[in-house]
């Protein structure tokens, strides 16, 4: 099992910066890949970022260039560097990991933790 805590969700002001954070506990070690999503009132839970075990990462379009995913193994713990913030950033984000876990049989079964959340508000 795989624990995850979302932080660092604020209200910005529309061109400013703001880090989130995510704490990871648990089996950190059956993990492959981390993400952040986002969902906006209304709107389906989106991909944000993703970073993979080997450091390989990936951006949704509308952050290209904005927002940098990083991990720090040592702390157990994923970031996503937000700059340049737009009003359409608005959201909730979620930290999320993929991974597997193996029975005692060593049968592989594939999971998908999430964080609980953490609110960005963008307004001036």
């Known amino acids: 099992q795989v624990q995850l805590v979302d932080t660092g969700g604020d209200l910005v002001q529309p061109g400013g910066s703001l880090r989130l954070s995510c704490a990871a506990s648990?089996?950190?070690?059956?993990?492959?890949?981390m993400s952040w999503y986002r969902q906006a009132p209304g709107r389906e839970r989106d991909m944000v970022a993703t970073?993979?075990?080997?450091?390989?990462?990936t951006y949704a379009d509308s952050v290209k260039g904005r927002f940098s995913i990083s991990r720090d193994d040592a702390k157990n713990t994923l970031y996503l560097q937000m700059k340049n913030v737009k009003p359409e950033d608005a959201a909730v984000y979620y930290c999320?990991?993929?991974?597997?876990?193996?029975?005692?049989?060593?049968?592989?079964?594939?999971?998908?933790?999430w964080g609980q959340g953490t609110q960005v508000t963008v307004s001036s």
């Open positions: 648990g089996s950190v070690n059956s993990i492959n890949s």
């Open positions: 970073i993979t075990r080997g450091g390989a990462t």
């Open positions: 999320s990991a993929e991974g597997l876990h193996y029975t005692d049989l060593g049968v592989p079964i594939a999971y998908r933790a």
